[in-house]
């Protein structure tokens, strides 16, 4: 591995910035920043990862790194990097340990005024109907290795057949909930283990569920096509798959180290194992994969419908005055094998998303016919303190990145500065004075994500929509936070 | 019996911005494998309210010490999270380029007196390296939180 201080940088136009292909490199790197955001990316290794990408063989485009790109391992965060269906390789690396990781957006028919007084209610009710922490999950909700195999395989088409929530949202998820070609046959017995309590649940670290209000419309058609409206309520679910998906990436990356010395890959990193997409072994990590995806899936949805519930009980109002409508769910980590044009002709490629989202143009068919005129919504949650945006996706994105944009806002502060800085202070307190309750399974998981410990999610959106790769319909601000 | 635990002896916890590396010495490759395992543990809780009651028997195969490393600690990590365990004392009787045996000690999670302070996703093999030096023995072990 060579050091960060050899990566040569050029400069191409306020928000793009080109590594150029040297030494092993098979093609170039492309990094989307401001001046401003390459001043810290410098700072860590994570533009060496983007250069380590494009050694693997089979890459198509330039090696990519979104607005929040940090450092990973493997590859970067905010990373994206297709291959070719024939000559290319999938790596569980360029995906992730939490395999669809994702958030999903709702609206609803509430005013923000309309809950203002209410919100704690609903916060403390979150937190008990929807289980987070270690070993926490709820007690009407068990599956024996059968239903788990069907999770495993429909996602969140499975969670509407028993009654989570409803038909019409699945046409609002991405690959409608379901990644087809899963095999849980491929997916270990300790990862079904650790899965088996864990559908349902939220998780900890950076996932949560926000309760917040539309702060700002930038797009009023877009916005209008969204059914979104300034000061209405909007509730936000960020989780992925939890230990099985965990378990699937490590299971796959024992294999891959093997695969990739097999088929005499040359590895700048361990973490970038990888394997042919037509051998066994990639075609098996592809199977797994969407297991894992389609668990995540089932798993927002599941979240959802108690959501829902939730709303119902403290506000005692029904369904049809709640019109708790899911917007749309994206994966943020994901490998996808997706139709794009290159060089002027159809290619079927591999797209890796590692900490990036999928943001397919207007008119796209992967995109719900709701929103065909406008593009395919694009959620980008930021910390709890600031705020989070909705964008939708470019046909510059489509031509530039393969259809994808940024994830989030992207640490700045390690979880150790962030207790030392929130040290003597009441955060919860302090985020309560901005109008914000956020209640948590541990206090030492929200002293963690204090908002200055994160980017600020504004910087990043506006350098994607700067580079036009998205864009802005509204800003959503946090009222309630529950954190895992 | 209540562990003896001697913080950053043996092993230092590393930030990095969005994961935490653990960073392990010993005099031989046994007391390695034993050190990471305790670092892991203290990431995930405060192992002086550990105590240990029960033990757990693991034998881990793979085909480069870096591999053995991994997977013992995420053998530990599954054990953690499917039968909710937290464990602070660990030996290894045994050590080849193969195999890894050891054991495990410590007890069920109880919410009264226990606290989880980070939830560790997995443990990586990313820049992983087991270094020899003489008789001291090293390596940086990344994780995923």
């Known amino acids: 591995m060579t050091d960060q201080q050899t990566v040569h940088l050029k400069k191409i136009d306020e928000y793009r910035w080109l590594i150029p292909r040297e030494g092993g490199m098979r093609t170039d790197g492309l990094v989307y920043a401001d001046e401003r955001m390459m001043d810290v990316i410098k700072k860590d290794q994570s533009l060496q990862q983007v250069k380590n990408v494009a050694f693997l063989p089979g890459i198509v485009g330039p090696s990519l790194a979104m607005p929040d790109i940090h450092w990973g391992y493997g590859f970067p965060i905010g990373g994206v990097a297709a291959f070719d269906a024939e000559e290319g390789i999938v790596s569980p690396g360029g995906v992730g340990y939490d395999i669809n990781c994702g958030v999903r957006l709702m609206r609803s028919g509430l005013e923000r005024n309309d809950i203002q007084g209410r919100i704690k209610g609903i916060v403390d009710a979150l937190l008990v109907n929807i289980p987070s922490g270690v070993g926490s999950h709820r007690k009407d909700l068990k599956l024996d290795k059968q239903q788990q195999h069907k999770v495993l395989q429909k996602g969140a088409q499975w969670a509407v057949d028993q009654g989570y929530g409803q038909w019409k949202d699945i046409e609002h998820i991405e690959e409608q909930g379901r990644i087809p070609d899963a095999d849980p046959d491929l997916v270990s017995t300790k990862a079904l283990e650790r899965g088996k309590a864990q559908l349902g649940t939220l998780g900890s670290g950076n996932h949560f569920v926000e309760v917040g209000y539309v702060a700002e419309v930038y797009d009023e058609g877009a916005a209008g096509v969204l059914g979104l409206a300034k000061d209405q309520v909007t509730i936000i679910v960020h989780t992925g798959s939890r230990g099985l998906g965990h378990q699937v990436c490590d299971d796959s990356i024992r294999v891959m180290l093997q695969a990739a010395q097999h088929y005499g890959i040359e590895l700048p990193d361990k973490q970038l194992c990888c394997a042919p997409l037509g051998s066994k072994e990639g075609k098996e990590y592809l199977a797994a994969m969407a297991c894992a995806a389609n668990f995540a899936f089932a798993n927002r949805q599941i979240i959802t419908h108690w959501v829902r519930e939730t709303f119902e009980q403290v506000l005692h109002m029904g369904p049809s005055t709640l019109k708790l409508d899911l917007i749309y769910d994206v994966c943020h980590n994901i490998a996808k094998l997706e139709t794009h044009e290159v060089d002027g002709r159809e290619r079927r490629l591999c797209v890796h998303r590692k900490g990036a989202t999928r943001a397919f143009p207007p008119h796209h068919p992967d995109v719900p016919v709701t929103y065909k005129d406008i593009g395919q919504p694009v959620l980008i949650p930021g910390d709890m303190g600031r705020c989070s945006y909705v964008l939708v996706g470019t046909e510059c994105a489509y031509e530039e990145t393969f259809g994808s944009t940024c994830h989030g806002a992207g640490r700045i502060m390690s979880r150790h500065q962030a207790k030392k800085s929130a040290r003597g202070r009441m955060v919860t307190k302090e985020l309560e004075a901005k109008g914000i309750y956020v209640r948590g399974a541990s206090m030492g998981t929200i002293v963690e994500e204090i908002p200055e410990a994160y980017k600020d999610v504004s910087d990043v959106v506006n350098v994607v929509q700067g580079a036009g790769i998205g864009k802005k319909v509204a800003q959503l601000k946090p009222m309630g936070v529950i954190k895992g | ?145």
């Open chain 2, 1 to 145: 019996m209540k562990c003896a635990i001697m913080p950053f002896v043996g092993y230092e916890l590393v930030e990095h911005t969005a994961d935490l590396g653990i960073r392990v010495w010993a005099d031989d490759i046994k007391g390695l494998f034993e050190e990471a395992a305790r670092a892991l543990f203290d990431i995930i809780t405060d192992l002086t309210k550990v105590e240990a009651h029960l033990k757990r028997e693991i034998v881990i195969r793979g085909s480069s010490r870096e591999e053995l490393m991994v997977a013992w600690l995420n053998e530990l990590l599954y054990l953690h999270e499917v039968e909710l365990l937290l464990f602070c004392d660990f030996s290894i009787a045994e050590i080849d380029e193969g195999t890894v045996t050891g054991v495990a000690n410590g007890e069920e999670f109880d919410e009264a007196r226990h606290s989880v302070k980070t939830e560790v996703k997995a443990v990586t093999y990313h820049q992983l390296e087991i270094k020899e030096h003489g008789e001291r023995w090293q390596t940086q072990v990344i994780v995923d939180i």
